[in-house]
């Protein structure tokens, strides 16, 4: 009899899934991702260009880069924001990643990105509506995207 159940709360499941599909999955916000000048971009995901340079965030990359597909990217911040940015200033769709702190989180994060060129890379952290910025410059000899 346990079978049946399980087979049916699975049939009902996969049907709910099926019918709400949208419900069920993270929406994807397109206007982030755009083919935008790096300008453009900063003002259509942060409302502003106008970025603090800070030395309380450290972006680490390597200076050059031989594999442009996949070029590892640390930023590390002692700014209790709540939401952190990554922007590619030469990339096609300069923002390459987005995420919200919870309650003042201490930022770190390891990601590998991918670059369409030699360039800046900018992380941007968001504390009570400021922006406050660092940048590393990454040469890559092989292009990408």
């Not at 397109?30 to 995901?45: H, M």
């Not at 670059?115 to 406050?132: I, P």
Request: charged letters at 20%; proline letters at 3%.
């Amino acid at each position: 009899m346990k079978r049946r159940a399980f087979i049916e709360r699975s049939a009902a499941i996969a049907l709910l899934a099926f019918l709400r599909p949208a419900d069920l999955m993270a929406t994807w916000n397109g206007r982030n991702f755009q083919q935008v000048p790096l300008e453009k971009a900063l003002i259509d995901v942060l409302g502003t260009k106008d970025l603090v340079r800070t030395g309380r965030i450290t972006v680490t990359a390597p200076a050059a880069a031989s594999d442009a597909t996949s070029v590892p990217v640390e930023i590390n911040s002692d700014i209790k924001g709540d939401a952190i940015y990554l922007f590619v200033e030469k990339n096609v769709t300069p923002l390459v990643f987005s995420c919200s702190l919870h309650e003042g989180a201490l930022a770190y994060f390891s990601l590998n990105v991918k670059m369409k060129e030699s360039s800046l890379l900018y992380a941007v952290v968001r504390e009570n509506g400021k922006y406050y910025m660092a940048s590393a410059q990454v040469n890559v000899s092989a292009e990408a995207c």
